[in-house]
């Protein structure tokens, strides 16, 4: 069994006991947080496509930790201008856990 679902913007394929990292969301760790933008649901005998979302369907997951990617850094210059500039950015992320899906 697997679902297309929508979250925070972006389309992924989960499966139940699957983890992953997705844009920093508001909850708090060992909450459980409910995807209702479902797209896509199949299971071993039938697809359900959604038209734009499947009815009823949801996706249950619970937040393992918020964690930091790698640091990039953005730097500018102009030559013979004397500008330079050097910023670092490290987006965030929350590791969740697929439990279930409805």
Request: no cysteine.
């Amino acid at each position: 069994m697997y679902a297309v679902v929508e979250i925070a913007g972006q389309q992924y394929k989960v499966n139940p006991t699957e983890k992953l990292y997705v844009p920093r969301l508001d909850s708090a760790v060992d909450s459980t947080v409910t995807f209702d933008k479902v797209l896509l649901r199949a299971d071993e005998t039938s697809i359900t496509v959604g038209a734009p979302t499947v009815a009823g369907a949801s996706v249950a997951a619970k937040v393992l930790a918020h964690v930091k990617d790698d640091k990039v850094i953005v730097f500018k210059k102009k030559k013979r201008k004397g500008y330079r500039v050097k910023r670092g950015h490290r987006q965030q992320y929350t590791e969740i856990e697929i439990t279930s899906i409805n």
